[in-house]
């Protein structure tokens, strides 16, 4: 069965950086789009961005242009984005979502990942 | 940039039928894509394609895109529905292709 299973929580100060982790299974990972949403809390769903894991290409939402990092491990089905310059309106629950196509649906998702950044 | 618009809310009796709306220009000719998520669970496709339901998910739930509104339809409404709904598609419109979302509606069952 697909699993999308992301890394733990994370505390991290301000001007710090964090680095989630997504590992994928029961599919072939190179096959779909990764692509990673965010909640902080008590509000909406936000997009980050995507990468396509079978040329590494990205797309980042024009908002995190310049502090988002995403990338994968084909070696191990796993993608990763990396958020810079952390500020404390940042912290949130981070999602990495698969889709087939731009315009398809996600249809798997993983649990999340809590980062909270406070000094 | 493109904008899509939900109601902040909607409540309905269980066993009516609730219908949460999500208005963008022209969305009639975009794929959407909704989703509920339960709090501290990640979002869970409900429908996509306008109008398709995944495996698993009830027939009770359906959807419709016309113009500029899509449609989500949730009948013989279920304590169990009680979520927050969001809907999404893509915007291939701009020089920066992206992935929206709705502000979300939170279903209140009564």
């Known amino acids: 069965q697909v699993q999308l299973v992301q890394s733990g929580a994370e505390v991290k100060k301000p001007g710090a950086s964090v680095k989630v982790s997504c590992k994928a299974s029961g599919y072939t990972f190179t096959g779909y789009y990764m692509h990673w949403v965010r909640q902080a809390p008590g509000q909406g769903l936000e997009w980050m961005g995507r990468i396509n894991p079978n040329s590494g290409g990205t797309n980042y939402a024009q908002k995190f242009q310049g502090r988002v990092t995403m990338t994968r491990d084909t070696s191990i089905s796993t993608a990763y984005m990396e958020l810079s310059r952390l500020r404390s309106d940042d912290t949130a629950v981070y999602y990495c979502a698969r889709r087939r196509t731009a315009s398809s649906p996600s249809d798997y998702w993983g649990q999340g990942t809590l980062v909270t950044v406070s000094s | 940039s493109y904008v899509l618009t939900q109601p902040p809310s909607v409540s309905v009796a269980p066993g009516q039928t609730a219908r949460i709306t999500c208005g963008g220009n022209n969305i009639g000719s975009k794929s959407v894509h909704w989703y509920q998520q339960k709090p501290g669970q990640a979002p869970v496709l409900v429908v996509y394609?306008?109008?398709d339901r995944p495996s698993g998910i009830p027939e009770r739930f359906s959807g419709s895109n016309s113009g500029n509104t899509a449609t989500l339809t949730i009948s013989r409404v279920e304590a169990g529905d009680e979520a927050d709904y969001y809907c999404?598609?893509?915007?291939?419109?701009?020089?920066?292709?992206?992935?929206?979302f709705g502000g979300g509606t939170k279903l209140t069952v009564l």
């Open positions: 394609d306008d109008s």
């Open positions: 999404q598609v893509w915007d291939s419109s701009s020089d920066h292709p992206h992935v929206v």
